[in-house]
Structure formats: C-alpha cells, structure tokens
C-alpha cells in the first residue's frame, strides 16, 4: 500500500526539490561560460551560444560533386567554343595561321593537367584532359577539310580514328599524366571502328567486314583481360560484346544464306574466328570469373557446331541437316574425356551448348512426333469408314505429311542413347534415362508412318511397343515404372484410335488390349492404374460388339452391364489395396453409361436400373460398403418409377408406396436397434413419401374414393402416434386428416356461408373474437398443454 503524506507535507517536499534543482542549474551554467571563455582564449574566436535548435546548416550538394559539375560543364562550353571556331571562323586564317592555332591550343591543352595534377587537382586535370581530347577530334575534321579534302571520307576516317586511338593511348601511357583515368578508354572506344571503316573503304565483300568486326572484338577481349585499370575493362567489354554481337550475327546469317560449299566455309571459318575469341576469353577467366567463363564457352561450343554444321548443310539432303548438326553438338561431349586438359568451367560450358544443340534438335522433330500422337484422333469423326493403305495415312488421317520428316527416328534415337549412357553426374542418371526410355518410345512410334508400312503391320508394331511398355513398368524401378507405365497407357489409347477405320480390327484391338490390360494387372503395382484400364476397354469392347451386331443401343446397354457385374466381383478380391476404388470408379462409370444408353427404351432402362440396384445391393453386402445399399435402393425405386411410367400409370400412390413402405420398415427397424431415435428421423421420409403426394392430388381430386382412403390411413397414423406417444406419425397423420377434412367440408361450408344473410359471416366472427378473448388464458394453458404433452413424446 502507497504512503500518501498530508497536502502540507508534500508541498515541503516539491519546494525542497525544486531549491537543489536550482542550485545544481546555477553550478552547470557557471561551469559552461568558464569552458566558453577558456575555448575563445585558444581559438581567438567567439563561439557561438548553443542552442537546441541552433545546428549548422546542412549543405545539400557535396563538394566533390559541385567540382565535377562546373568542371564538366566548363569543359562541355570550351568544346563548343573551340568546334563553332572551327566550323565558323577556321576560312578567316591563312593555313600557317590555322596550324599555329590548332597546334598551339591542343597541345596547350593537353599539357595542362601535367602540373594540375601536380598541385593534386585531379579532377580539373580530368576535365582539361577531356578538352583536349576533344579538341584533337577538331584537329582531326579541320586538317580534313583544309588539307586533305578530296580524300575519300571513309578511308580518312578509318585513318583518323586509327590515329586518334594511337595518340590517345600514347598519353594516357606518359608518366605524367598516367593519373588521369580519360584517355584510355576513350582511345579504347576510338580503337572500335577503323578495321570496320577500312573494309567499307575499300569496297570489300560481308565477309572481309565481318571479319574485320570479329577481329576488333579479339583486340577488345584481348585489352579487356590484360589492361588492370577498371574503367579501360569496362569499356573494352562492351566494344567485345558490341562488335563480337554484330560480327556473330553477320557470320551466321552468311552461313544461312550460303549457296555452295565456298560460301559457306567462308562463314564458317568466320564462326569459327569468334568460337576461338570466346573460347580463348573463357579459358583465361576460367578461375576469376567461372559463370562467365562458362557462358563463353557454351557460346563457343555453338558457334562451333554452326560453323561445321554449315559447311556439311551444303553438301547433304535438307532431311539430315538437323542429324549433322546434332552429331556435332554430340561430339562436344568429348570434353567429357578431356579431364584435367580442360579447366571445369570450359568442359561445362561446352557439355551446355551440347545440351542446347540436342534440345533443339528435338524441338525440330516435334511437328512430326505431335502428328503421329494426336493425328489418329481423326478417326473419331470417320469410325469405321475403311481401313487406310498404310500407317502413314492412318496416322495423318487428312493432314499434310511434315516434309523431311525421315530422319525423326534417328535424332530421337541419338538424343536417347545420349542421355542413357552419356550423363556424369550420378544423381541425373536416373531421371536422365527415363527421359531416354520416353525418346524411344516416340521413335518407336514414329517409325511406322515413316516407313509407310501397312495399316495391320503398324498397329501390330504398336501393340507390341505397349506390351514393351508394361513389361518394362513391371521390371523397372519406381522412377521409371511410372513413366513406362504413361507411355504404355498412351500407346494403347493411340492404338485404340488407329483401330477406328474397320470394324473387325477395332474388336480384336480392343480384345487385345483388354485382355493385355487384365494380365498387367496380376502385378501389384500396376493394378490400379491398369485393371481400371482393362475395365475401361472391356467397356468399350462390348459397346462395339453390339454397335457390330446392329443391336439398338437400349440392347446394347445390358452387355455393358457385363463390365460393372464383373468390378463389382473382382473388388472384394482386391482386399484393401490402392486397386479397389478406381475399378469400383470404372464399374460405376460403366454402369452410368449403359443408363444412358438405355435411356431411350423405358422398360428397358428400368430393367438396366434394377440390375444395377442388384449389383450395388450384392456391393452392400461387404461391411466396408454399407452406405452403398441406399444407391442399391434408389436404383430400385428409380427402376419402378420408370415401368410404372413406361406402364403409363398415373396414380400417384403406386409411385410412393413402393419407396415408403421400405422406408417405413427400415425406420421400425431403425427404432428398435435404437429406441432413443428420433421418430422424425426414423418415420418422417417415408410418412412424408407416402402422405404428402396423395394429399396433393386428393385435393383436385373430384371423387370421393381418394380422400376416404387418405382419410382412413391419416386416422390410423394418428392414433399409431398417439398409442406409441411418437411426434411424427401424430403430426403427420393429424394434419393430413385436418386438411383432408377440410377439403369434404368445404363445400358444405361455401353452401352454408351462400344461405346466410350477408351480416351473418361479420357477427359470427365478431362472437368468436369475443369468445376467444374471454377464454384467453384457458387457451394458453391448452396450447402449452399441448405443447408438454408433444415435448414428452419421442
């Protein structure tokens, strides 16, 4: 608990406070002005007084770079100055007066930032270093235009950009001035363009000039690994990625559009040129720079196949251009064997540009591959029109045939024997050969349309890739069970679509493979996935067997009934495995289709219903399947609706006794397993099936007959109700007998309400109120007695 002192007390407390905080301030400010007046006797300068808010102002540009701003800008204004003097006033002087003047300014110029940086004013020494530079440009267009005007521009350019680079190199290099970072890149970026301009100068051929672009690229890689200054590097890397870019495109384009051998080993030896630039570049940053060096030796790798590849493209048919090719990108996996002659970075940039090669080798292949897969759907709008000549016209149904499409096989089979026995590293071997086994598979599929054999001959060949397939998916391991058991699955729908042109083969395919299927399924592994297969093509085997036997579809549907009669057997056998569900699924899909196919029949579509209520009722029977005897019983119920209404019965009765009379018992039965069930629960579907339709009709029913019996029947639900205190066969029961009453009654009462005199209806209602008002709170007592009594009642 807190001491609280007197008001009187405190307040002695506060003023003693307050006293030595005044007395402490006083002590702190006498120290402050003795400190002052000791720093104003050293410094000889008065300070000044410190406030809180009193800070020096903060400059907003720091001094270095206010330097460089007027340095540049003073710079930029003395180069115009200096190029309108020589563009405007140069005609006014004599050539003796013109040479004077430039030689005197540029030199000047450039011998200024000697003592500047001297006295360390580097960046003014920068920026008259840069006049001067540019002033040379000047030298450089005047001596042109005074001296040696009738020269050719190009070739003077070449020359001048040729010089410059010299001059400009030579002093950045001086000792004096070697400080200065200006001068050699800008004789770097100088250096980009006189091999090029020479070539344009003496009219060579695209070659000689992409020559010349791929060799300045060398020089500019050369400088960019052998200068140490950063800014040099910089500079001359962006000139070997320009030129190297340019000279790159310029030689592959040239290898494209090759017309004989001379030309196209012309280009090649051009890509050949930038291959070893590249790949020189990357051996040196091997260490230092390792992604680089991989990229460049990737690049070099690929220029290499581009340039071998062109030369032989022109001298073999256009069908194996992509096989060479390829067989080059393969052989660059010799870095492979090269071990420690090769630094790792160049082995695994080359094995990338190999795997590039490869891949778009097979992208060339896949127009080919994506007709032989896809183009047998075809069939589907033509089934059984007539068997095709060969496997090629099955296959390309009514589109047109790829052309040089008979070397596919081939690069599919290269590229997979590649990744089945070529790839180092251990953990990508798995993946590596399950991407061989889909390569094979593919080629495998291809090679009949290639060839053009015979129509039965390519869906033998195909039946025998799938039967490979699953066999492989049963002896592989789980990685490429899974792959091998896809493309045996793919094979056996491709097959299935190929067998659509003739009837007879369409049977015996689909026999084929449903049997095939079903011996699969003997593996474990494979059940679920191939016995709901099996089942699928046994379904379609019998729905083709009766479309052969010009059966009516409606007949049809009790064979497919053979398909969900023989899952609903096999299932149990299946005990618990990943298999039971999926051919349960087959089976009911089965089911689901013969109900369509049926549907056009009434009676039969009733008796296709009940043997599925048969078959989901012996499904029921398993003790994991309990829930599956209310689909049995709906199939039932369904099965009866649908003869009564191809029996044209309209009597609403014998739709709802055939459904509430089993509910009706198996809510009895319900309630004595368990007598604490509810009875709306156990008796209010099948009361509500049995009563609520009649009651619909016994109300625009004009005869007597109807209402009588629901009468009788609603009596007798009540007092069942009453006798065994159960709520909802008395509510049922009692309202249907209210409402049933009432509708006998009604027209008595319309013939009563006619009789009396129009006042009557008022003051009998007006009695009533008052009646009911008087006896208000009795009427309470009765609807709450009511009320107990249905509460206690179950």
């Given at each position: ?141 005047a ?63 695209p ?44 030689a ?116 080919v ?72 598979w ?23 890739v ?11 391991l ?62 379609a ?10 059966w ?16 609903a ?16 699924a ?25 043997l ?45 006794l ?5 509910a ?23 009361l ?5 339709p ?83 709170e ?17």
């Amino acid at each position: 608990m807190t001491h609280q002192p007197p008001p009187a007390e405190e307040l002695r407390l506060l003023d003693a406070e307050l006293s030595r905080l005044d007395a402490r301030r006083a002590q702190l400010l006498t120290r402050r002005a003795w400190l002052v007046a000791a720093l104003q006797q050293m410094q000889g300068s008065p300070l000044p007084a410190a406030h809180p808010s009193a800070a020096p102002p903060r400059p907003e540009t720091a001094a270095p770079s206010v330097q460089n701003v007027l340095l540049v800008l003073g710079g930029v204004l003395l180069t115009l100055a200096a190029a309108v003097f020589t563009l405007v006033s140069w005609g006014e002087m004599g050539i003796t007066g013109r040479a004077l003047v430039l030689g005197a300014v540029t030199l000047a110029t450039l011998l200024a930032p000697v003592p500047l940086l001297k006295r360390g004013l580097r960046s003014t020494a920068e920026a008259v270093a840069g006049l001067g530079l540019a002033l040379t440009v000047l030298d450089a267009y005047a001596l042109h235009e005074a001296a040696l005007g009738g020269t050719d521009g190009t070739l003077y350019a070449a020359a001048a950009s040729a010089a410059l680079a010299l001059v400009w190199a030579a002093y950045g290099l001086l000792p004096a001035v070697g400080a200065l970072r200006l001068p050699l890149p800008c004789a770097v970026a100088a250096a980009q363009s006189p091999l090029t301009l020479w070539a344009l100068a003496a009219d060579a051929g695209p070659h000689t000039v992409t020559a010349a672009l791929l060799v300045t690229a060398g020089l500019d890689a050369l400088v960019a690994l052998r200068m140490p200054a950063v800014a040099v590097r910089i500079c001359a890397l962006v000139g070997a990625y320009g030129t190297g870019g340019f000279g790159v495109s310029a030689a592959g384009w040239l290898s494209l559009t090759a017309g004989g051998p001379v030309a196209a080993a012309r280009a090649g030896a051009l890509l050949v040129l930038a291959a070893a630039i590249a790949l020189g570049a990357a051996w040196r940053l091997a260490g230092p720079a390792r992604r680089h060096a991989l990229g460049l030796a990737a690049l070099s790798g690929l220029l290499t196949v581009g340039a071998l590849g062109g030369v032989a493209r022109t001298g073999v048919p256009a069908a194996w251009t992509v096989p060479v090719h390829l067989a080059l990108g393969i052989a660059l996996l010799a870095a492979l064997r090269a071990g420690r002659l090769l630094p790792d970075a160049i082995r695994h940039g080359l094995l990338w540009a190999s795997a590039a090669v490869q891949g778009l080798a097979l992208l060339s292949v896949l127009p080919v591959a994506a007709l032989v897969v896809l183009g047998p759907a075809g069939w589907l709008g033509r089934i059984w029109s007539g068997a095709p000549s060969d496997a090629r016209a099955a296959v390309a149904v009514d589109a047109p045939w790829p052309p040089d499409a008979v070397t596919a096989p081939l690069v599919l089979l290269a590229v997979a024997a590649v990744l089945g026995w070529a790839v180092p590293a251990e953990q990508w071997r798995p993946r590596a050969r399950t991407g061989a086994l889909g390569l094979v598979w593919a080629a495998a599929l291809l090679l009949p349309a290639i060839v053009s054999i015979p129509y039965l001959a390519g869906l033998a060949v195909l039946a025998v890739v799938a039967a490979a397939a699953l066999y492989l998916a049963r002896t592989t391991l789980a990685g490429a069970r899974i792959t091998a058991l896809v493309l045996a699955l793919l094979t056996t729908a491709d097959l299935t679509l190929l067998s659509l042109a003739s009837r007879s083969v369409t049977l015996v395919v689909l026999a084929l493979l449903t049997a095939l299927l079903a011996a699969a399924s003997w593996h474990a592994p494979l059940t679920p996935f191939t016995a709901p297969a099996a089942l699928v093509y046994g379904t379609a085997l019998v729905s083709a067997a009766g479309a052969a036997a010009d059966w009516p579809p409606a007949r049809t549907a009790l064979l497919v009934l053979l398909v969900p009669a023989v899952a609903a057997v096999l299932a149990p056998r299946l005990g618990g495995s990943r298999a039971t569900v999926p051919v349960e699924a087959a089976g009911a899909a089965a089911a689901l289709l013969a109900a369509g196919l049926a549907v056009t029949d009434p009676p039969l579509l009733a008796l296709v219903l009940a043997l599925c209520g048969v078959i989901a009722a012996g499904t029921a029977l398993r003790p994991d399947r309990r829930p599956v005897g209310y689909a049995a019983t709906a199939l039932f119920v369904l099965a009866a609706w649908v003869r009564l209404a191809a029996w044209q019965v309209g009597t609403p009765e014998a739709y709802t006794l055939p459904v509430s009379v089993p509910a009706l018992l198996i809510g009895m039965l319900h309630r004595r397993r368990d007598p604490r069930a509810s009875s709306w629960g156990a008796y209010g579907p099948g009361l509500a099936a049995t009563l609520l339709p009649s009651l619909a009709v016994a109300w625009s029913d004009p005869h007597w007959t109807r209402p009588l019996l629901l009468g009788a029947a609603a009596l007798a639900v009540t007092l069942l109700g009453a006798r065994h205190r159960l709520q909802a066969p008395l509510v049922f029961g009692g309202t249907v007998l209210a409402l049933v009453t009432l509708h006998e009654l009604a027209p008595y009462v319309v013939q009563v309400t006619g009789a009396l005199p129009r006042w009557a209806p008022p003051a009998l209602a007006g009695l009533l109120l008052l009646a009911l008002g008087a006896t208000y709170e009795q009427r309470l007592r009765d609807v709450r007695r009511v009320r107990d009594v249905l509460g206690r009642m179950n």
